[in-house]
């Protein structure tokens, strides 16, 4: 018996997974509002009913995908910081992580354009939420990196002002550098907008003796 409900909890899980995975797709290709639960259920290859099991409305499984999409993000970051020594180098892999995490999500962005403006703010709670993880996550970072004398000295007021630069600042660049990825280039911009981001808050070099 309780082997057939861990079967059926399984099975369960995997359904919910392709939701999730099918719907973003279609999302992305499609928009949002040409979009349907019953292009979503024919893909899977279910019935529509078996859908609003696990949601009860369309905008609740986008709300779904964008927030998968965002723990995915953390779930690969936590790994790369995981392996990293220092912490510029930890630093250094977040923004390159944003970089590629914001790819994903302008697709995402992309299937609400001329949409119902309502959308958003369904979604606004989450990126929220994810901010704030972002924030603490940087902030444990320049902690770090403070603590290991890799960093110039910060004060707690300093260390928040900094983390949310580091974190809003690639909102007002991915137009740009995301949207544009034909660009021949754009590997060389971003590694040196990282750069400079680590670079302007390295501890200052010892004065030489002068000569």
Known sequence: MGRSLMTEWLQKEDLNRDIITVSGNLFRKFG?????????????????SS???????????????VYEEMQRFFRLIQRSLEHSKSSKQKLVLFCKAQFQHLASLCNL????????????CVITPIKNKFD?????????????GIEKQEFKEMTASEIDA???????????????????????????????????????????????PSA
């Open 32 to 48: 949002f509002k040409k979009t349907t639960v019953e292009d979503i259920a024919r893909e899977i290859g279910r019935r529509k």
């Open 51 to 65: 859908l609003y099991y696990y949601y009860k409305s369309k905008e609740d499984i986008f709300e779904a995908v």
């Open 109 to 120: 962005n992309g299937a609400l354009k001329d949409e119902n403006q309502d959308i958003p």
């Open 162 to 208: 900094f983390a949310y630069i580091i974190v809003s600042s690639f909102r007002g660049i991915e137009s740009p550098l995301v949207t544009n990825t034909q660009e021949p280039d754009l590997d060389s911009r971003i590694s040196f907008i990282v750069e400079m981001m680590v670079e302007g808050i390295g501890r200052p070099r010892k004065n030489l």
């Open 132 to 144: 704030t993880a972002q924030l603490e996550l940087v902030r444990k970072i320049l902690q770090e």
